[in-house]
């Protein structure tokens, strides 16, 4: 897999301003931050989106978000924030490597910005959806 700016952070060719790191996740501050503490959480392992992520990267990184989003808010004072995490460049991913953003939200507006564009959902299209993505969840 192609080096990206990631996984030159990660083994420290390129600086950053850590705040974690174990043997599975690193965690440092977004170079351009969208509010004060925008946190990257991401894993060791060069996966490009979630989907092909291992289930130990997985665990791992969901396992220390709750503690690194409680750090986030202690040293910035926010009591709410957005986790975001996108894949592919037609959902606004840039760096071809798992991230989570940890993105605090403050009373000033800064912070996440979200378009919530809601639309509908029939009983029937969602009993076959569903069902359709249940039968894949165990083969894949
Ligand atoms: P994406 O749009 O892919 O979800 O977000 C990528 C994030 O990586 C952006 O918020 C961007 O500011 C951040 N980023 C890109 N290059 C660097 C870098 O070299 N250092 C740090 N700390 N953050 C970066």
Excluded at 58 to 78: D, E, F, K, N
Excluded at 80 to 105: D, E, R, S, W, Y
Aim: aromatic share 6%; hydrophobic share 40%.
């Amino acid at each position: 897999m192609a080096d990206t700016i990631f996984s030159k952070i990660i083994a420290g060719e390129i600086p950053c301003h850590r705040v974690y790191e174990d043997d599975k996740v690193f965690a440092f501050l977004d170079i351009s931050p969208l509010s004060k503490g925008h946190t990257l959480v991401i894993p060791k392992e060069p996966a490009i989106t979630i989907d092909q992520l291992s289930d130990e990267s997985s665990a791992a990184i969901g396992r220390v978000l709750p503690r690194l989003s409680r750090a986030v808010l202690r040293a910035t004072g926010a009591t709410a924030f957005n986790i975001l995490q996108n894949n592919g460049v037609g959902a606004h991913q840039a760096v071809p490597h798992v991230h989570f953003h940890i993105i605090p939200k403050f009373a000033d507006g800064s912070g996440l910005g979200i378009g919530w564009p809601a639309r509908q959902l029939s009983p029937e299209e969602g009993k076959q959806l569903a069902a359709t993505i249940a039968g894949y969840v165990t083969g894949t």
